[in-house]
Antibody, heavy 123, light 108 residues
Framework: QVQLVQSGAEVKKPGASVKVSCKAS????????MHWVRQAPGQGLEWMGW????????NYAQKFQGRVTMTRDTSISTAYMELSRLRSDDTAVYYC????????????????WGQGTLVTVSS | EIVLTQSPGTLSLSPGERATLSCRAS???????LAWYQQKPGQAPRLLIY???SRATGIPDRFSGSGSGTDFTLTISRLEPEDFAVYYC?????????FGQGTKVEIK
C-alpha cells in the first residue's frame, strides 16, 4: 500500500533553515510528482510547490521563491523540502502529498498525503 | 494565480441534514481540475471529489460534487457524525495549485 512517512517535529530559531523529509513506499517513486503543502495553526492549506522525482525539476509558489528548495533522493525514494530564513509565521504543519490517480491529461489531484511535520519557529 | 473563495466559512447543521458548500474561482477552472478534500482535526486532508464531480475510491455516495466555470458545489446529502470536519476545494489545472480557505461543518 502507498505510504508517505515524514520526518519528526522540528523547533528552529528565526533565521535558521529546516529540512523535512518524506519517504515514499508502495509505488514507483519516480512515477508521480510530489507536492508540499503547509498549514499554519488554525489556518487553511497553502500550496508550496512540487518536485518531479524523475527529473528533479521543480515549480515553487511565488511566495516561497528564493527560500524553498525541493530535492529528492531516488535511491531511497525520499523527497525533501528545505525552507530557509525561517520566520515565526513559518510555524506550521508541513505535508508532502502525491499527485497520483484520477488524472486528466496527465494532471491529477493529491491522492496520498504524509502524516505532517510540525515546524515551530521560536526564539 | 487562481483564487478560490469558499462559503460559508462555517456551516452549523444537525446529523441527517443536507450540507451545501460553495467554491467560487476568480477565473474559469476547467471542471476537470477541481477537487474537494476533507480534513479532520490532527489528520491530513483526504481526497473526496476530483474532476468536480467524480468520487474518489471508497467515498460514500452521500458526497457529490457539481459545477463548472467559476462556481462549484460540494453536497453532503445526509450528514453522518463522521462528516463534521473542514472541507477544502482545490484547483489543479494550473502549474500553481491553489486551495480555498475552507468551510467548517460543525454540529448544531
Amino acid at each position: 500500500q502507498v505510504q508517505l512517512v515524514q520526518s519528526g517535529a522540528e523547533v528552529k530559531k528565526p533565521g535558521a533553515s529546516v529540512k523535512v523529509s518524506c519517504k515514499a513506499s508502495g509505488y514507483t517513486f519516480t512515477g508521480y510528482y510530489m507536492h508540499w503543502v503547509r498549514q499554519a495553526p488554525g489556518q487553511g492549506l497553502e500550496w508550496m510547490g512540487w518536485i518531479n522525482p524523475n527529473s528533479g525539476g521543480t515549480n515553487y509558489a511565488q511566495k516561497f521563491q528564493g527560500r524553498v528548495t525541493m530535492t529528492r533522493d531516488t535511491s531511497i525514494s525520499t523527497a525533501y523540502m528545505e525552507l530557509s530564513r525561517l520566520r515565526s509565521d513559518d510555524t506550521a504543519v508541513y505535508y508532502c502529498a502525491r499527485e497520483g490517480r484520477y488524472c486528466t491529461n496527465g494532471v491529477c489531484p493529491f491522492d496520498y498525503w504524509g502524516q505532517g511535520t510540525l515546524v515551530t519557529v521560536s526564539s | 494565480e487562481i483564487v478560490l473563495t469558499q462559503s460559508p466559512g462555517t456551516l452549523s447543521l444537525s446529523p441527517g441534514e443536507r450540507a451545501t458548500l460553495s467554491c467560487r474561482a476568480s477565473q474559469s477552472v476547467s471542471s476537470s481540475y477541481l477537487a474537494w478534500y476533507q480534513q479532520k482535526p490532527g489528520q491530513a486532508p483526504r481526497l473526496l471529489i476530483y474532476g468536480a464531480s467524480s468520487r474518489a475510491t471508497g467515498i460514500p455516495d452521500r458526497f457529490s460534487g457539481s459545477g463548472s466555470g467559476t462556481d462549484f458545489t460540494l453536497t453532503i446529502s445526509r450528514l453522518e457524525p463522521e462528516d463534521f470536519a473542514v472541507y477544502y476545494c482545490q484547483q489543479y489545472g494550473s502549474s500553481t495549485r491553489t486551495f480555498g480557505q475552507g468551510t467548517k461543518v460543525e454540529i448544531k
